[in-house]
């Protein structure tokens, strides 16, 4: 069972699979059109690294020895649920999450086709593919997306430490550019 704080956030972790050379990993989710990173809830007796290696092993097959952990947001990132979203017929009522997304690096094969969605009897994709470091902004449910962007901020130096990440596309609506930097 999840975890619901005070205020309705559903304790949660985010994950960001980078290959190294500047590509993420994102899922389809089953039976629906969207993508986006895997996450999950926290239970309450799990650390949010316990619940993150859970969820990738879930959501995607992978063990920790196939993934180098290279860091973690500070903080908690929020997002609200729209209204048609909030289950209120659930106790406690959750309005949203609160996520701490952790950067990995997939240190054993790459290809898509070893990922697995089958380790679970509820899985939550059935398709997954490689995309550019920004592109998950615009792939995922539009009220996640400011949470991606606060992720891949905070996190894109420590995928690219060298030259820093590449720079936010023009395809960016103003807004998410104001709020970012």
Excluded at 13 to 29: E, H, K, N, Q
Excluded at 38 to 56: K, N, V
Excluded at 87 to 116: A, N
């Amino acid at each position: 069972m999840d975890w619901i704080d005070a205020e309705g956030y559903r304790a949660n972790v985010g994950i960001i699979l980078t290959d190294g050379g500047g590509r993420v990993l994102i899922g389809g989710r089953v039976g629906r059109s969207g993508w986006q990173f895997p996450q999950g809830g926290i239970a309450p007796d799990e650390s949010t690294e316990e619940a993150m290696y859970r969820e990738l092993n879930e959501e995607m097959g992978f063990e920790p020895e196939d993934v180098e952990s290279l860091g973690c947001t500070r903080d908690w990132l929020r997002y609200r649920l729209p209204d048609q979203f909030v289950r209120r017929e659930k106790h406690p009522v959750c309005i949203g999450q609160k996520q701490c997304w952790y950067l990995l690096r997939l240190i054993s094969d790459p290809d898509p086709g070893r990922v697995r969605f089958d380790t679970t009897a509820t899985p939550e994709f059935d398709r997954c593919r490689w995309v550019d470091y920004w592109r998950p902004v615009k792939e995922v449910i539009y009220f996640k997306r400011q949470v991606y962007v606060q992720a891949l901020t905070e996190l894109g130096p420590l995928a690219f430490p060298e030259q820093g990440p590449p720079p936010q596309p023009s395809w960016w609506p103003h807004r998410w550019r104001a709020q970012v930097g």
